[in-house]
């Protein structure tokens, strides 16, 4: 006979006893079911903090009987309470008036919470019928401060110029346990990057280097496993500019670097650009005759047309930041025109305008520098033809009406181009 055939009998029934083993254990684990809501419970220093416990079974018992302890690694656990069900409870006299224990519910009441209270409490549960069923469970108390408002200090705190310096944010709670910081930028959280760096526990901010970007509302979220708070918004003082840097008015009409202004109309211009402080210290100064006089200091100007010698003269703005110590200038060139013509671009739907054309009839291109302005005209029936002459300042200013023009053109040579064809 093989040994293995001698032995299957055997081994079926150890199998069998195995099996029945188990059964039986599982049946004792389901008898009895411990339940705790979290295995991690934060409290408040001073508050009281309740451990709760619930637990059920499914046989006939005589007894119950219930036992906390509490372990503060690395120490071995110690007794806090128990009790028999319907018997007296019994604490450790050290504890007596810190804890407290109302069967038969197992949960335990801890008054006045303290650093010292810190550690794992475990919930012993035995019940007693035809055999004692145990069963256990730990939960972990943490105890904390709870964070007080931040308070942001800036440094430097009279501002920084743009590109020249750096600037330090700190973040700092009166009371509070193991905080944690987050900077926020408009209400969104800033990560370390290209100009931005933190401390070891992110309670500094430095900004480094300061552009005109970093201006915005920083703020300071300080929050621990039992509260959070969030500070005050600081804007940092950051000087920076002149940046764009244009002349514009609120008459006239710009074509590019050019403004049209009606004969006896007053030329009002201003300066504007994009600056910190925004109180910036303006200048106005006027080329011809190729010289440059200074006329006006201010951010307006305003020119009475009659005093526009030539039809084109070109002005100059210059914006000058002491903060910064940087300054722009940039410049544009009035051409007084005939108001009859004037008039029919400021009344022309905007509709009615074209893409201009570049109409010559010379060989030489430099015969048609200037600046060409195409106006179209619809006819009675509402309908544009294009027509193949033009009309000069002169002829609009007889103020000539022209039936049945389609595309009136107004072409203007700026006085530096005359200079140099007069010269050459």
Same mark, same amino acid.
């Given at each position: 006979?093989?040994?293995?055939?001698?032995?299957?009998?055997?081994?079926?029934?150890?199998?069998?006893?195995?099996?029945?083993?188990?059964?039986?254990?599982?049946?004792?684990?389901?008898?009895?079911?411990?339940?705790?809501?979290?295995?991690?419970?934060?409290?408040?220093?001073?508050?009281?903090?309740?451990?709760?416990?619930?637990?059920?079974?499914?046989?006939?018992?005589?007894?119950?009987?219930?036992?906390?302890?509490?372990?503060?690694? $690395?120490?071995?656990?110690?007794?806090?309470?128990?009790?028999?069900?319907?018997?007296?409870?019994?604490?450790?006299? /050290?504890?007596?008036?810190?804890?407290?224990?109302?069967? $038969?519910?197992?949960?335990?009441?801890?008054?006045?919470?303290?650093?010292?209270?810190?550690?794992?409490?475990?919930?012993?549960?035995?019940?007693?019928?035809?055999?004692?069923? $145990?069963?256990?469970?730990?939960?972990?108390?943490?105890?904390?401060?709870?964070?007080?408002?931040?308070?942001?200090?800036?440094?430097?705190?009279?501002?920084?110029?743009?590109?020249?310096?750096?600037?330090?944010?700190?973040?700092?709670?009166? /009371?509070?346990?193991?905080?944690?910081?987050?900077?926020?930028?408009?209400?969104?959280?800033?990560?370390?990057?290209?100009?931005?760096?933190?401390?070891?526990?992110?309670?500094?901010?430095?900004?480094? $280097?300061?552009?005109?970007?970093?201006?915005?509302?920083?703020?300071?979220?300080?929050?621990?496993?039992?509260?959070?708070?969030?500070?005050?918004?600081?804007?940092?003082?950051?000087?920076?500019?002149?940046?764009?840097?244009?002349?514009?008015?609120?008459?006239?009409?710009?074509?590019?670097?050019?403004?049209?202004?009606?004969?006896?109309?007053?030329?009002?211009?201003?300066?504007?650009?994009?600056?910190?402080?925004?109180?910036?210290?303006?200048?106005?100064?006027?080329?011809?005759?190729?010289?440059?006089?200074?006329?006006?200091?201010?951010?307006?100007?305003?020119?009475?047309?009659?005093?526009?010698?030539?039809?084109?003269?070109?002005?100059?703005?210059?914006?000058?930041?002491?903060?910064?110590?940087?300054?722009?200038?940039?410049?544009?060139?009035?051409?007084?025109?005939?108001?009859?013509?004037?008039?029919?671009?400021?009344?022309?739907?905007?509709?009615?305008?074209?893409?201009?054309?570049?109409?010559?009839?010379?060989?030489?291109?430099?015969?048609?520098?200037?600046?060409?302005?195409?106006?179209?005209?619809?006819?009675?029936?509402?309908?544009?033809?294009?027509?193949?002459?033009?009309?000069?300042?002169?002829?609009?200013?007889?103020?000539?009406?022209?039936?049945?023009?389609?595309?009136?053109?107004?072409?203007?040579?700026?006085?530096?181009?005359?200079?140099?064809? /007069?010269?050459?």
């Amino acid at each position: 006979m093989r040994q293995d055939a001698f032995m299957e009998p055997f081994s079926t029934t150890f199998c069998d006893l195995q099996c029945k083993i188990c059964v039986l254990l599982l049946g004792i684990c389901s008898a009895l079911k411990l339940t705790v809501p979290s295995h991690t419970i934060r409290g408040i220093k001073g508050q009281s903090l309740t451990l709760p416990v619930d637990y059920n079974f499914n046989i006939t018992v005589s007894n119950i009987q219930i036992i906390w302890l509490f372990e503060k690694p $690395p120490t071995t656990p110690i007794f806090l309470i128990g009790c028999l069900v319907n018997h007296s409870v019994v604490p450790d006299l /050290e504890y007596r008036h810190k804890i407290a224990l109302k069967p $038969p519910n197992a949960s335990l009441q801890i008054r006045s919470l303290n650093f010292s209270d810190e550690g794992n409490y475990i919930i012993k549960i035995n019940i007693d019928g035809n055999r004692t069923i $145990p069963a256990s469970a730990k939960v972990q108390v943490t105890v904390d401060v709870p964070v007080t408002k931040p308070v942001i200090y800036i440094e430097p705190f009279a501002g920084v110029v743009e590109n020249s310096g750096n600037i330090t944010l700190n973040c700092t709670v009166e /009371e509070g346990t193991r905080v944690a910081y987050q900077w926020l930028k408009n209400g969104n959280p800033i990560e370390a990057g290209t100009i931005y760096s933190l401390s070891a526990n992110n309670s500094t901010l430095r900004i480094v $280097p300061v552009v005109k970007e970093a201006i915005g509302n920083y703020s300071c979220l300080a929050e621990n496993p039992v509260s959070a708070m969030e500070s005050d918004v600081i804007v940092p003082t950051i000087y920076y500019g002149p940046y764009g840097l244009t002349i514009n008015s609120d008459n006239g009409q710009k074509l590019g670097d050019y403004f049209t202004f009606n004969k006896g109309e007053a030329v009002q211009l201003y300066c504007s650009a994009d600056s910190n402080p925004p109180n910036i210290f303006y200048s106005w100064t006027q080329r011809a005759d190729n010289s440059t006089r200074l006329i006006k200091y201010g951010r307006s100007l305003e020119v009475v047309s009659e005093k526009v010698t030539q039809k084109t003269e070109e002005y100059r703005c210059r914006a000058l930041n002491n903060k910064t110590g940087k300054w722009k200038e940039t410049h544009i060139f009035v051409i007084m025109m005939p108001k009859v013509l004037q008039q029919k671009l400021q009344t022309r739907p905007e509709a009615d305008y074209r893409k201009a054309q570049t109409i010559s009839g010379h060989e030489n291109a430099l015969d048609d520098f200037g600046i060409y302005e195409f106006v179209a005209f619809p006819d009675a029936a509402g309908i544009s033809r294009v027509s193949s002459w033009s009309v000069s300042v002169s002829d609009a200013a007889q103020g000539q009406d022209f039936n049945g023009t389609v595309y009136e053109v107004i072409r203007h040579i700026p006085e530096q181009y005359q200079e140099r064809q /007069e010269g050459t």
